[in-house]
Every structure is written in structure tokens, then in C-alpha cells.
């Protein structure tokens, strides 16, 4: 069974940092892509980042520079390092996996950048 499970969200200042991670049971990265997504208040759910299963990352515009997308397999986690945040960043994020064609959703960590 494919359960994920965030964490380390929380209230920042403009510029500081934030480290999330994905607690995963049930996933082989090895196999399969891992995905940040957020979702502001009002807004459309938005990709961030996405790891492959060979360890390629990628970026959406709005982060690329700022944040890091990190697996550890013996650990069976994914992180989601943010340094330089902005207010915009301000959201629940949510890891993500999709499995045989099913998608995989944790119930997500709340970040809020402001002063």
C-alpha cells in the first residue's frame, strides 16, 4: 500500500528557508518520479519540482534557483529544500507519485512566508 506522508511546513520570514519531507511507504524511487506540487489559497493546484527515477530533477520558473528537490532511497523520503522564500510562496505543498496510472497524494504541509 502507497501512502505519503509531508512534513516540516511551518511560518517563515521572506528569505528564509524551509526544509519538507516526504515520508513515503509503499514506493520504489528507483522505479518511479516523485513531484512537489503547491496549492495557494484561491489557486489552481501548481507543479514545483519533480524528481525522476534516475535522479533527473526538474523545475517549474516560479522556483528553479531557489528550491532543491532531494530523494534518499534507504530512508524512503523525498525533501523539498526552499531557501530565499518569497510571500508568494505561501501554500500547501504536497508530494506526489503516480503508480500504474493511479495518483498518489499525501494530505499535504502548510508553508507560509511572511513577516
Known amino acids: 500500500q502507497v501512502q505519503l506522508v509531508e512534513s516540516g511546513g511551518g511560518l517563515v520570514q521572506p528569505g528564509g528557508s524551509l526544509r519538507l519531507s516526504c515520508a513515503t511507504s509503499?514506493?520504489?524511487?528507483?522505479?518511479?518520479?516523485m513531484y512537489w506540487y503547491r496549492q495557494a489559497p484561491g489557486k489552481q493546484c501548481e507543479w514545483v519540482a519533480t524528481?525522476?527515477?534516475?535522479?533527473?530533477?526538474g523545475y517549474s520558473n516560479s522556483v528553479r534557483g531557489r528550491f532543491t528537490i532531494s530523494s534518499d532511497n534507504a530512508k524512503n523520503t523525498l525533501y523539498l529544500q526552499m531557501n530565499s522564500l518569497k510571500p508568494e510562496d505561501t501554500a500547501v505543498y504536497y508530494c506526489n507519485t503516480v503508480i500504474d496510472r493511479r495518483d498518489y497524494w499525501g494530505q499535504g504541509t502548510q508553508v507560509t512566508v511572511s513577516s
Open positions: 524528481i525522476t527515477s534516475g535522479s533527473n530533477t
Open positions: 509503499g514506493v520504489i524511487f528507483s522505479r518511479y518520479a
